[in-house]
C-alpha cells in the first residue's frame, strides 16, 4: 500500500528548552492515519498535518470502547540519526489486540514501515539530550455510525508522536506501592493481555485511591484469589529473590511487555537464572522477612525501569533494599538506556536506524 504524504504548511514552533518537555503533551507536525472498510480492507493510507479528526457521535469507540493502541519510543543517536527500538515487536502486539478485541489486523511490516516514515518525516522532532526520546503512539478505533452492540464494520489506525522528556528529570528514584486488594485490573478469559483502553479506565479509580494515600502506583493481583501478583500501572514487575529474576507468567491477564523481554533476554545473557511463574504475596513478605527479597523493579517502555522501595499490603508495608536503587535494577537500566544509545552494543539487533526515505 502506498502512502501519501501531505506536508503542513504551517509547522509548529518546536520546543527549545528540552528539560520542560513532560510527557505526552506536545506533537509533531504530522500523524499517519489508514482506515478500513469491511469488504475493501485498509485503504487511504496517508501522513498528513496533526489535527483533529472528525467522528461521527454513533462511532462505536464511544460507545463500546473498541480500542487498542501501543507505545514505543524513537530515540536520537549518537551521530545525529534516529533509531526506533524493537518496533516489529509492538506492531506483533497491536495484531494481537486486535485479535482479541474483534478489530482487523494491519500488516506488521507495514504498521513498522508507517511509522519509519512518519518519523523520518519529522526527524527535527526527535529531542537530544539525556533521558529524552521520541513517544510514539499508534491506535486503531472503531469507527462508523451504529449503536449496534457488535463489531464495527470501519475502523481507523492511526499514529501520532510526542517529544518527551526524560522520566527521571531528577534521577531515578525507587516508588512506593500499594499492592490493590480491593479492585482487579484482568481476570483468567478477559482483556488484560490486549493494550486496550478500558483496562485502563478500569484502573484509574483504584489508581487514584492509591495516590490519595501516598503511593505511587498500585500492584495488581490475580482475579480470581487475589493471591499472586501480576502486573502495575504500565509496567510488568520483576523480583529479585535468593539472586534469582523472579517475575509473573504471561497469560491471558498480563500485558507482555517488550520492555519485560528484553529484561528478560539480557538476563539469560548474562547467565542469570529467571523464574517465569506464579509468586504470591505471601513468598514476597516471606522472601523479605528472611532477607532474600533484595529488590523489586517495575519495566516499560516510559521509564525502562523503576525501582520499587515499598510494597504496601493490607497496611502492612515492607521496605525493599533500604529504599535504594539495586544493582540489579541499575544494570538493566544502563545496559537498555546504552543500547538505545548506542553506548552497548545491540547483539539483538533492537535498534533500526530511522532510513531518510
Ligand atoms: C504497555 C504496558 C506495559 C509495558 O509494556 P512495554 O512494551 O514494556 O512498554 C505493561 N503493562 C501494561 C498494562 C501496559 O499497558
Redesign the pocket.
Known sequence: MDIKITRTENPKVKPTDESKLGFGRIFTDHMFIVEYDKGIGWHDARIVPYGPLCLDPASPVFHYAQEIFE?TKAYRLPNGEVGSFRLID?ARRMNRSADRTCMPALDEDFQVEAISRLIDLDRDWVPSSEGTSLYIRPTMIADGKSLGAHSAERFIYFVICAPSGSYYPDGMKPVRIRIEQRYVRAVKGGMGRA?TGG?YAASFKATKEAMDAGFNQVLWLDGREQKYVE?V????MMFVIDGKIVTAELGDTI?P????DSVITLAKDRDMIVEERRISVKELYEAHAEGRLTEAFG????AVISPVGELQYMGESIIINNREIGSVAQMFYDILTGIQRQTVEDIHGWIAVIPHY
Open positions: 507505545g509492538n493494550k483496562n502486573e500501572g504500565a509496567m510488568n500485558l511487555g517488550v520492555t519485560r519495566t516499560g517502555t516510559a
